[in-house]
């Protein structure tokens, strides 16, 4: 399963931790990763993620946010089964409602299993 694959990867890439949902008790720094689409041909699979990078500052967040980014360009496209990596987008999205800091950057992920 991708999701479980890229939660992986980044948990094992990165000091902060990695969730799939906001924990309980929500550390300083953490990332929290989110499937927002994904589309199949031919056997092939297009995945878009949200990454989500949580800090005690903006800057905290932005500083986070370069380093998911840095991890995911780097590395992911040498696992198994991933064929493309791609950063559609990041941006500052703090949490108006929860006054977390956070930027997201926007992944597409071609795949096949």
Do not use: H, W
Request: charged share 25%; aromatic share 12%.
């Amino acid at each position: 399963m991708i999701e479980e694959i890229i939660l992986n990867y980044l948990n094992e890439n990165l000091e902060e931790p990695v969730f799939m949902e906001r924990p309980e008790e929500v550390p300083s720094s953490y990332i929290i990763l989110e499937k927002i689409g994904s589309s199949m041909e031919n056997y092939i699979y297009r995945d878009v993620f949200a990454i989500q990078s949580y800090g005690k500052s903006l800057l905290d967040a932005a500083e986070l946010n370069e380093k998911v980014k840095s991890v995911m360009n780097d590395g992911l496209i040498f696992l198994d089964n991933i064929a493309s990596v791609k950063c559609i987008n990041d941006y500052n999205f703090t949490d108006t409602t929860t006054k977390q800091y956070r930027y997201q950057a926007i992944y597409d992920i071609v795949n096949y299993k």
